[in-house]
């Protein structure tokens, strides 16, 4: 089992930055994939990047050249460095873990762009 725990969310300007933090309750080496996921009110949750066991990432289109997706192993986290924030990053961000039997997900953390 895994809990994950997010953090880092705020408020913040259009063209600001946050990074956000997910810490997992055991060894994240071992994990599958680590993701970010995000759930803006009225839709549905999409997938924002993910971090594989090698440490490959994925992005969303979205997001790509202005959001990077990293982890410490030491430190059993994974982070959501978020750059150039638009209005419609505004969303609750979600931590995710994938394991061979199950997903397991965080409480999620509110981010919110103002214009």
């Known amino acids: 089992q895994v809990q994950l725990v997010e953090s880092g969310g705020d408020l913040v300007q259009a063209g600001g930055s946050l990074r956000l933090s997910c810490a997992a309750s055991?060894?994240?080496?071992?994990?599958?994939?680590m993701g970010w996921y995000r759930q803006a009110p009225g839709r549905q949750r999409e997938l924002v990047a993910e971090?594989?066991?090698?440490?490959?990432?994925s992005y969303a289109d979205s997001v790509k050249d202005r959001f990077t997706i990293s982890r410490s192993i030491v430190k059993n986290t994974v982070y959501l460095q978020m750059n150039s924030l638009k209005p419609e990053d505004t969303a609750v961000y979600f931590c995710?873990?994938?394991?061979?039997?199950?997903?397991?997900w965080g409480q999620g953390t509110q981010v919110t762009v103002s214009s």
């Open positions: 995710n873990a994938k394991t061979e039997r199950t997903d397991y």
């Open positions: 971090i594989t066991a090698v440490g490959s990432r």
């Open positions: 055991r060894s994240i080496s071992s994990i599958n994939v």
